[in-house]
């Protein structure tokens, strides 16, 4: 009798267990709270769908529509362009701890490494926690994968600089392509522009200088998708002086 009893005594506190577990995951949560549409949005935008919804786990702090709506006007519109994925990503995953980190746990923390490699500060005052220059308005929200902390901010990381040696490889071939195609020889120049185009992806990696290399990438798709040599020199050059400009 006592065994019967042990056993639905058990079977009772499964059940309970179960019941009491988070069903939905993180990309669920947000979009059943019904306060997160631009960063769902920005989340398909940026393919992380997936990502976000398997097993994780992960803490996210979401930013809420307000929070994307304080952003400088256009913003939103100019990241969901296909264009701009890497830097969507980058700004996306930013977002994003490996792990579940409660705000107790988080508030005794100075900084956390996110999903994009680059740290966030964190600073606890009492019973306010703050992530950069963003508050945590709503903590602990739990999820089947993670946990959902909720900031009145989005979260931007440092502009990734452009190194000197990209820099160098640009411009050097600049200088020879001008020459190059004011003499007529829009092959070669583009021919040109595509090496060292290569040579730059070869040496920035994503996590030194995503942004640039994502620039030239694409430029170089669409080139060689181009039949003529003097449009391939023009849309090489033009991600070139677009990557330099950003070095400023």
Known sequence: MKKIILSVTSLLMMGTLLIGAPKKDIVDTAVEAGSFKTLVTAVKAAGLVDTLKGDGPFTVFAPTDEAFAKLPKGTVETLLK???KQKLVDILTYHVISGKVKA?????????KTVNGAKIAIKASGKSLMINNSNVIKANIKTSNGIIHVIDTVLIPETKKVSSNTNHILKQAIHKGVHMFNSGHHSQTAALYMKAGHEVLGQCSS???????NTIKTA?????????????AWIM????????????
């Not at 107790?104 to 956390?112: E, F, G, I, Q, Y």
């Not at 996590?207 to 290399?213: K, P």
């Not at 002086?241 to 400023?248: E, F, G, M, P, W």
């Open 82 to 84: 296909p264009e701009n």
């Open 104 to 112: 107790k746990k988080a508030a005794k923390l100075d900084s956390a």
């Open 207 to 213: 996590s030194v200088c995503s942004s640039a290399a």
């Open 220 to 232: 170089m798709h669409r080139a060689k998708a181009e039949h003529c040599p003097t449009s391939q």
């Open 237 to 248: 050059r033009h991600a070139f002086d677009k990557v330099l400009a950003s070095a400023h």
